[in-house]
């Protein structure tokens, strides 16, 4: 069975500040993606980076970034330079075959000013 | 234009009644999902379909009845509301074959059960 975890229900961060997020996983299968979601207060869940499970390079998406360590099933997201407007839910999610994502149970990030 | 849009976003009924949601998608994806999200914002597949056919059913009870007419809409039916069916479910879609995995969701629908 898939599972997806992250140990951290709430994170704060000073704004401007570097924030890390952490998400574990586990699967059986060899090819699957990984992503990150966020949600704000407006509930839309919005796709915040993507990493497919063959590329070795961690991928990168403006101030958002992930480290993925495929042999330790672990798969972090960095936001640097923290803004107001990344205070949300994130949700680390992964896709198996047949279609299938699941989701972890989030982590609560707050910015301060 | 919405991409992936649902109908009703709110929805307030009694325990007992029986109510309907509506997604449909415009993106030209061949699988739609139903999500939930409860109180404590944890987000748990219920149904996928890819192109009409029922894909994924996990454990959910028989009052709970998804419908896909057509690849564009998934429906969601449920019969004799309980409480703990009080919760925002987001229908979402996704291309299939060579793809980037990207699930495309709806705004949401909350519904509240009294």
């Known amino acids: 069975a898939q599972t997806v975890t992250q140990s951290q229900p709430e994170m704060s961060v000073q704004e401007a500040e570097t924030v890390t997020l952490s998400c574990t996983y586990d699967?059986?299968?060899?090819?699957?993606?990984l992503f990150w979601y966020k949600q704000p207060p407006s509930r839309q869940m919005i796709l915040v980076i993507r990493?497919?499970?063959?590329?070795?390079q961690n991928a990168t998406e403006n101030r958002f970034s992930v480290n993925f360590q495929k042999a330790a099933k672990s798969f972090s997201l960095k936001i640097s330079d923290s803004q107001l407007g990344d205070a949300a839910m994130y949700f680390c999610?992964?896709?198996?075959?047949?279609?299938?994502?699941?989701f972890g149970p989030g982590t609560s990030l707050s910015v301060i000013p | 234009d919405t991409a992936v849009s649902q109908t009703p976003k709110y929805l307030v009924t009694q325990m007992g009644n029986d109510k309907s949601i509506k997604c449909e998608q415009n993106?030209?994806?061949?699988?739609m999902y139903w999500y939930k999200q409860d109180s404590k914002k944890f987000l748990k597949i219920m149904f996928s379909?890819?192109?009409?056919?029922?894909?994924i059913n996990e454990t959910v009870p028989n009052r709970f009845s998804p419908k896909s007419p057509d690849k564009a809409h998934l429906n969601l039916h449920i019969n004799s509301l309980e409480l703990g069916d009080s919760a925002v479910y987001f229908c979402?879609?996704?291309?299939?074959?060579?793809?980037?995995?990207?699930?495309?969701f709806g705004e949401g629908s909350r519904l509240t059960v009294l």
């Open positions: 990493q497919e499970a063959y590329k070795q």
């Open positions: 979402a879609s996704s291309p299939t074959g060579a793809d980037t995995g990207e699930l495309f």
């Open positions: 999610a992964l896709k198996t075959s047949y279609d299938k994502v699941i």
């Open positions: 699967t059986s299968e060899s090819d699957y993606y």
């Open positions: 379909y890819n192109n009409k056919e029922l894909i």
């Open positions: 993106l030209g994806h061949d699988t």
